[in-house]
């Protein structure tokens, strides 16, 4: 069973920056995409980013693209997410995951494994 860790969350103002970063166990880590999701208060989980097994390929969520950036470190077992201009509605608790397949894992379904999470606060 894979564990995922979460760090880097906290308060930043608007137009701040933040990252994000995940550490996995287990010795399969390079053979699965990685994404990271977020959940508002009251609100559904939604999908930020994601990233394929080798780093060759990202995908990312309209309301972010331009400003977070998803990358990963197979040595190191870590995926990171840069958060640049964030914005007040960016708040929300961020969720690692690891997909179910190498690539083109983009809906929460297409993820089995999930961190605990981590709060991004943005005030404005």
């Known amino acids: 069973q894979v564990q995922l860790v979460e760090s880097g969350g906290g308060l930043v103002q608007a137009g701040g920056s933040l990252r994000l970063s995940c550490a996995a166990s287990?010795?399969?880590?390079?053979?699965?995409?990685m994404g990271w999701f977020r959940q508002a208060p009251g609100k559904e989980r939604e999908f930020v980013a994601a990233v394929n097994w080798n780093g060759g390929t990202t995908y990312s969520a309209d309301s972010v693209k331009g400003r977070f950036t998803i990358s990963r470190d197979n040595a190191k077992n870590t995926v990171y997410l840069q958060m640049n201009s964030l914005k007040p509605e960016d708040t929300a608790v961020y969720y690692c995951a690891r997909g179910s397949r190498p690539f083109g894992a983009v809906r929460s379904d297409d993820f089995g494994s999930w961190g605990q999470g981590t709060q991004v606060t943005v005030s404005s």
């Open positions: 287990g010795r399969s880590f390079s053979s699965y995409a």
